[in-house]
């Protein structure tokens, strides 16, 4: 019974990988069609290759939000092993942004090095620092610690929303309520002077400023 059980589970994960994220990206893009947006620029953007990073509860605007500031750049995202890695993986290839599977308990070395790879493949490297389990705004060491090393500027992404809903996950997840206003806040930091306790600090400082 636990065999059947387990086998069900994983056939019910494995349609769920397909159908979610097409749904998922539809309303994500009908949502954001809707929204006036209001973009602040508190440094100015730039062209060069980067660390992206926002919180985990902003994912379902800062992808679109970044696509819209960056739309040809090469993109990739640390992403978790965890079956709800699947289905993020699946939604951001559609905004053209490629997965780096691993997660803080499993396959950190081994997507480090992925990351490292795209690094050098000139690509931006997309990462959450409280992902993929928190606590919320926990300020984790990869974005960090791969922007020292790899000497890059750190591209954040927040937002405010003037209505929204929160929902329960660990994540506190924000879903702006359709034809709200959102205000889209964009900073670069350079932090590669700095070491990685007082780096991870500053970050975190920065990103709360403009966070729900």
């Known amino acids: 019974m636990q065999l059947g059980h387990f086998s069900s589970k994983q056939l019910f994960r494995a349609i769920g990988v397909k159908i979610l994220p097409p749904i998922a990206f539809f309303i994500m893009r009908l949502l954001w069609l809707t929204y006036k947006k209001k973009y602040h620029f508190i440094d100015a953007p730039i062209e060069e290759q980067c660390m992206a990073v926002t919180w985990h509860g902003e994912l379902l605007i800062s992808p679109q939000a970044y696509r819209a500031l960056r739309k040809n750049h090469k993109t990739s995202a640390i992403i978790s092993q965890h079956h709800d890695g699947d289905i993020i993986a699946k939604i951001l290839s559609y905004f053209q942004i490629k997965a780096l599977r691993g997660s803080s308990k499993k396959g950190a070395k081994s997507v480090l ?27 984790h060491d990869g974005a960090v610690a791969l922007a020292i090393k790899a000497k890059l500027p750190l591209m954040i992404i927040n937002f405010k929303a003037t209505s929204y809903w929160q929902l329960k996950s660990w994540d506190e997840f924000v879903i702006p309520k359709p034809f709200t206003t959102i205000d889209i806040y964009h900073q670069v930091l350079n932090i590669s002077t700095m070491n990685k306790d007082k780096a991870k600090s500053y970050l975190k400082t920065q990103m709360l400023t403009y966070s729900i």
């Open 113 to 139: 090095i992925s990351a490292i790879k795209s690094l050098k493949d000139e690509s931006t490297v997309m990462i959450t620092p409280d992902g993929p389990r928190g606590p919320k705004h926990t300020m």
